[in-house]
């Protein structure tokens, strides 16, 4: 049997709490290098690129991340079929069924590949023989997902159960099961018949949209709308707001896996983590001779089996066992790895606490580049800002603050009301209150600058755009 082209479907939407300190909404794990120089949805896109008669990704996002993941996408040289944004989060179900009828457009035979970003496949051959095996199946008109091959009784995950054979590689669900208590778990694994739900799966786009259609029309006819409404933003897809935030909020597990007659699961043992906590990445990562799993500045003495993370500076571990110790510039995670799940607990109450670490690092990055907070006091705050070459900020005013830019090092344009000076390093410019302002990096290394506000307020929100390349309304 030929098989049609293979079209993966990324899905990056998610927010990893469990991964916190170093996950935050604006940076979640999955733009994160949590295992190596990479960031968690460069090494999935890098590994479905190596599969046969694969297209070029189509990536479903939260629109808050849109530039960092063209960013990402760019430094690994992939160009994306598309990145749609999503204006909210519906989980899984609308997601796919965005992609789904996307690609049916392209191709009315398409075959899609719904990959999360931030799962880990340490075995890609083995991969790419179950993603063989599942393409097969799902051209004789199965919804197929793959189930991880359960080593140990896990109650985090959900388990599939299988059913009746298909061919050699591939059976029927039999059932879908929520996660189970601990015995119950260890029944499945010693009976060789449950795997661990991935949440990975490919069929026909054609084939999935009839099955919503039948299964759960709400979804399809909301999503339908919100794509004929989308609209082109620069590389993105934006879907439109009104329709896709009334669509209801399901996973494809519910809305269709676990209703549907054609479901069928492909057993695969590839070397799967979903990487959901902390605990997973030290299971996942190089160890020394005591098992500490280390990263950054880390000196460790009398220390055993510890994952420690050092991201801004010097981390000492002395005589202590199975911790996890993650430490970012403005927060630091102490406890224990068999409390790892627990650590979404600490992201509630920061969320109650109406605080901001949850949300954002002490970098916080923009189209143009990033700043990074240096040090602030009453009526002043001091950041170190770069600046992409090539790159531009909009041009805005403040009405509550001036500032003062001194260039590090790089070329900078600035445009300050009618006039505009180049400036180089060591040089520097000031920036009244009322003044409409662009600062721009017309060369080809980075700009940095040190930027001094002052001023009765210093809020982010205090900015009135004019132009912006971007296209940002806030």
Known sequence: MTIPKIYPVILSGGSGTRLWPLSRAAMPKQLLPLLSAQTMLQETVQRVASLPNVAAPLVICNQEHRFMI???????????????????????????????????????????????????????????????????VAQQGYLTTFGIVAHTPETGFGYIQQGTAITDHAYQVQAFVEKPAREIA????????????????????????????????????????????????????????AAFSACPADSIDYAVM??????????????????????????????????????????????????????????????????MIIETADAVLVAPKDRAQDVKLIVDQLKALKRNEHLYHERVYRPWGWYEGIDSGDRFQ????????????????HHHRAEHWVVVSGTAIVVRDEESII?????????????????????????????????AYLGEDDIVRYEDIYQRNA
């Open 382 to 397: 001091v950041k170190r800002i770069m600046v992409n070459p090539g790159a531009k900020l909009s041009l805005q005013m």
């Open 258 to 323: 676990e209703r549907t007659t054609k479901a069928a699961v492909i057993p695969a043992d590839i070397d799967w983590s979903d990487i959901g906590a902390w605990s997973a990445v030290w299971e996942a990562s190089a160890k020394d001779t005591q098992h500490n799993a280390i990263r950054g500045d880390v000196i460790t003495e009398d220390a055993n089996r510890n994952l420690i993370r050092a991201e801004s500076r010097l981390v000492v571990a002395l005589g202590v066992d199975d911790l």
């Open 423 to 455: 400036l180089t390093e060591n040089q520097s410019t000031y920036i009244p209150l009322g003044s409409k302002h662009r600062l721009e990096n017309p060369g080809k290394v980075a700009l940095h600058l040190i930027e001094v506000q002052s001023g």
């Open 186 to 241: 260890e029944q499945y694994v010693a009976s060789g018949e449950y795997y661990w739900n991935s949440g990975m799966f490919l069929f026909r786009a054609d084939d999935l949209i009839s099955e919503l259609r039948r299964l759960s029309p709400d979804i399809l006819d909301a999503c339908i709308q919100a794509l004929e409404l989308a609209k082109n933003d620069l590389d993105f897809i934006r879907l439109d707001p």
């Open 70 to 136: 063209a960013e990402q996408l760019r430094a690994i040289d992939v160009a994306a079929q598309g990145i749609v944004l999503e204006p909210v989060g519906r989980n899984t179900a609308p997601a796919i069924a965005v992609a789904a009828l996307m690609l049916q457009r392209t191709d009315p035979d398409a075959l899609m590949l719904v990959l999360p970003a931030d799962h880990l496949i340490g075995d890609p051959a083995a991969f790419a023989l179950a993603v063989e095996h599942a393409a097969t």
